[in-house]
């Protein structure tokens, strides 16, 4: 009975200890991304769909209270000049929230807030106010500390997607020149050579 007790009290004393879980999730950047939550088309997006994908629309990772879900956004090469944010949000989609009091960070030093608990459990936060420092380091952080649950006792984080727009002060344009393939290049050749040799015979 007594050593029953004691791995009772083991068991709850290690769940009750906060832990940073290590997810399964898949990134994928899209440019000129346009998003069905406010139909904007935005110059760059980081898409994180996070758990197993075979698992369809139910695919996400469930997070306990007491858990700390971290996961990072890959970010553009960006410099400050001659960069420019003008726009940028998180949206966080995430299943059974029962309370408002899974708090969401950027960067381990910026609260955003709370995830949202009505509707579809859908939360956006704006990401105008940090600083350019923050968007030069080819990764941006997140972190939620999950404390829910009246009726799960824990979340499911389903997906996570940073939307950015920014513009070039210089005014240069940030798109990448299209190279000519080899075998465009080779055609071209061909095609300038045939007209010299037709223009020689005439």
């Given amino acids: 009975m007594k050593h029953l007790f004691t791995v009772g009290l ?6 009750l200890v906060p832990s940073a879980n290590a997810f399964t999730f898949t990134e994928t950047v899209k440019t000129d991304y346009t998003f069905l939550g406010d139909g904007h088309t935005y110059d760059y997006a980081s898409l ?5 994908q075979d698992y369809g629309i139910f695919n996400g990772e469930w997070l306990w209270n007491g858990d700390e879900a971290e996961w990072e956004h890959s970010l553009p090469n960006l410099s400050f000049p ?9 949206w966080i989609d995430a299943a059974y929230v029962d309370r408002h009091n899974n708090v969401v960070e950027v960067s381990g030093a910026y609260e955003l807030g709370t995830l949202n608990r009505w509707g579809f459990d859908n939360s956006t936060f704006d990401l105008g106010f940090l600083p350019e420092s923050e968007w030069e380091g080819g990764e941006l952080e997140f972190e939620i500390e999950v404390s ?3 009726w799960t006792n824990g979340i499911r984080l389903d997906r996570a997607y940073l939307l950015l727009d920014y513009s070039n002060t210089n005014g240069g344009s940030d798109a990448v020149a299209a190279v000519p393939e080899p075998g465009t290049l080779l055609l071209v050749g061909l095609g300038l050579a045939g007209l010299g040799l037709r223009r020689r015979r005439r």
């Avoid at 994180?48 to 197993?52: A, P």
């Avoid at 001659?82 to 998180?90: L, S, V």
């Fill in 10 to 15: 083991a068991l709850l004393l290690f769940a």
């Fill in 148 to 150: 829910d649950g009246y």
């Fill in 48 to 52: 994180i769909d996070f758990g197993r």
């Fill in 82 to 90: 001659p960069h420019k944010i003008d726009k940028a949000k998180i």
